[in-house]
């Protein structure tokens, strides 16, 4: 593979996609993870509810990861080596700082799930209402993870 200046810019827009995203899945998937801690300190029953609301935000580093193999398959960063331009370069990066930014939305799914461990420690009922109202906030991060995939069919880039 050559490297160019387009290749350049793909893997950036690569490494943005998964690196945002990761610092937002991390940052909830922590937030989350302090609320449960205190959960099952008072009862330890209530391990399991904990763990899946405190799994939602990872989603987000998922979709980060899913765009950024997208991106590298589909200008041969892995597998078959192309012909990267720097306006295609772009238009990956693009991409990328799509899903990226969509990535920060774990944040803010981390505090809902966080908030929700504690309406579930009170009332276990309440569990599949918490799950509704912390995967509200996944919705935007699975929009930039599509818009990632119609930009990359739209270059043909994907599926060309």
Not at 62 to 79: C, D, E, K, P, V
Not at 119 to 131: H, L, N, T
């Amino acid at each position: 593979m050559e490297f160019t200046l387009g290749v350049g810019l793909a893997a950036l827009g690569a490494g943005i996609s998964m690196g945002i995203a990761a610092i937002g899945a991390g940052i909830g998937v922590g937030i989350a993870g302090a609320a449960g801690a205190g959960v099952i300190a008072e009862d330890p029953k209530k391990f399991g509810s904990v763990l899946v609301l405190q799994a939602l935000p990872q989603t987000q580093g998922i979709y980060g990861f899913l765009g950024a193999i997208l991106i590298m398959i589909g200008t041969g960063i892995l597998g078959t080596p192309i012909e990267v331009s720097t306006p295609l370069g772009l238009i990956c990066l693009g991409a990328g700082v799509s899903m990226g930014l969509g990535g920060i939305t774990a944040i803010g799914q981390g505090i809902t799930a966080g908030a929700c461990m504690g309406a579930v420690a009170k009332r276990p009922e309440s569990f599949g209402q918490g799950m509704v109202l912390s995967v509200m906030s996944e919705t935007f991060a699975v929009f930039a993870l599509l818009i990632l995939i119609l930009i990359l069919v739209g270059a043909k880039v994907l599926g060309g």
